[in-house]
DNA sequence: TGTACATCAGTGAACGCGCGTTCACTGATGTAC
DNA sequence: TGTACATCAGTGAACGCGCGTTCACTGATGTAC
């Protein structure tokens, strides 16, 4: 693939990187967010303390490289499972709801990491950086508004063709969206990320699929962090529920069964 | 009020906990909740670290002290939100929604230590006590979920004499709740937390009330932490429309105009 | 009201610790001829 | 293929720092007679 040609030096190089990015991550993992220290790394991957500055200039700068890298691996895996539910807009914000909770879960330190507490002394550098990864994640939630929003998707009419209507009277024009934005209410980064997927994307879809987002966050944020396990003994079964009603915020029922 | 007599010795004591909490607390705002240092604090207070032992015996019992005043103080401000419209659950919910994020943004670093990552070396001691708080706070939305739910609010009566109907048949017979929870979903202290409260609480509603804390959270989370602003100029907007919606899980639209 | 003793908030110095970062160095790997 | 030089990952020691906690102490405040 990108095996074009590495000198042993340089093989030795990415490895390296793979395993400090790997370690720092599991040392997150056991020790919270805050945790993070270089000494600890080295001791480790059984070097010195200052032999890691051959890889990053400072540890700001490997914060930044796994900020990066974990928003890339969470948007990776939500848009795995948007495809894997080609044109059905319900099914695919059911999969990537219950993607989002998983990796959550499954990752809480990485989850942490991004969506949690800034690290004490982390002073963003090179934020576009951080930005751009954040939007990709988003970018996923916006392709799944676009397919459902009359007149934008490609695939809409195939959509509508297997999905049944939800509400009892007839389908509203577009999926329930409270305010009339305007793309001026927006950042313009955010804008253009949505707008130059699908040029006709409304500015009210995009105020939909940011509350989206919120909704899915709340109860996976509050899990995460212990809220909800001290309540309930399934928080997934609560969160399937919010994820069915959710679907009819796109005036669609999810095309299969729950996935439980 | 508890002045019942208080010897000079003692009136600085409580004076110099105040300080502290009030201190501790500021600290936490400027360099996040990892940041909370003995030693930072007792210089600010002009006194040697060391002196900080009279007071606490151990690091970790000043955060749990911290961290219970903030979940009372949290659980204050909700209650006294729901009670500015009694009578009125739809209201209610809308009152306590506002009061939840400006609460939030207003004292993000008492909200990132209780909901946020856990403090690097903290370790909970009697987190009954912790529980308890949260319990506090938790129980504002059971009362609210009662007070709508038929059957069980006494202010039922009165809330539907002056709310409407918000869907266009016939009103449902509860608020939308998916699944038929039994009480052996919950855990025994959040259940009999609600349960003492109202002897008829069905567990659909209790379920109903942690996913509403889990609406509310969400995008307050997403914007204490900053992953909001970048995307949109007004989050009280996009939380507004979210909370607007929320009162319709109630089959309630609110009384009032909408709180901008 | 005055004296003798007990309480206890606060001092100041010390402990052992881990942290990020710098720096002159060594020695294996890579490159040019 | 062999030699001479350049690169650069990693060493080991040191820097200055802030941390939580302990401890023998001082001195003002409170209490009992």
């Known amino acids: 693939m990108d095996g074009v040609k590495l000198s042993r030096r340089e093989r030795l190089r990415v490895e390296t990187v793979r395993d400090i990015k790997e370690i720092a991550l599991r040392h997150m993992a056991e020790q919270g967010a805050a945790g993070l220290s ?5 001791r480790e991957m059984g070097m010195t303390a200052g032999a890691l500055y051959s890889y990053y200039d400072t540890r700001d700068d490997l914060i930044t490289a796994l900020i990066v890298d974990v928003y890339d691996s969470l948007a990776q895996a939500l848009e795995a499972a948007r495809r894997s539910r080609p ?3 319900a099914g695919q914000l059911e999969a990537v ?3 989002y909770r ?6 809480s330190p990485e989850f942490q990491l991004v969506y ?3 690290i004490p002394g982390y002073k963003v550098r090179d934020d576009g950086a951080e930005l751009a990864a954040e939007h990709r994640a988003c970018g996923v939630l916006i392709r799944i508004v676009a397919a459902a929003w009359p007149g934008i998707g490609a695939t809409r009419a195939a959509a509508e063709a297997t999905a049944e209507v939800t509400t009892g009277g007839p389908a509203r024009p577009a999926p329930a969206a409270a305010g009339s934005y305007t793309w001026s209410d ?7 990320m949505a707008r130059t997927s699908f040029p006709d994307f409304p500015p009210d879809a995009a105020a939909l699929s940011l509350r989206i987002w919120g909704r899915l966050h ?4 509050l899990e995460v962090y212990g809220h909800l396990r001290p309540q309930v003994n399934d928080p997934a079964r609560l969160y399937g529920d919010e994820l069915r009603d959710l679907c009819e915020l796109l005036n669609l029922t999810p095309s299969g069964a729950p996935t439980a």
């Open 97 to 99: 709801g219950v993607t």
């Open 186 to 192: 927006f950042r313009p980064d955010f804008a253009a």
């Open 116 to 118: 949690g507490d800034p």
């Open 87 to 89: 044109d059905d807009p």
């Open 102 to 107: 998983e990796w959550a879960i499954g990752r």
């Open 218 to 221: 709340g109860l996976v944020a």
């Open 38 to 42: 270089l000494r600890a790394i080295a």
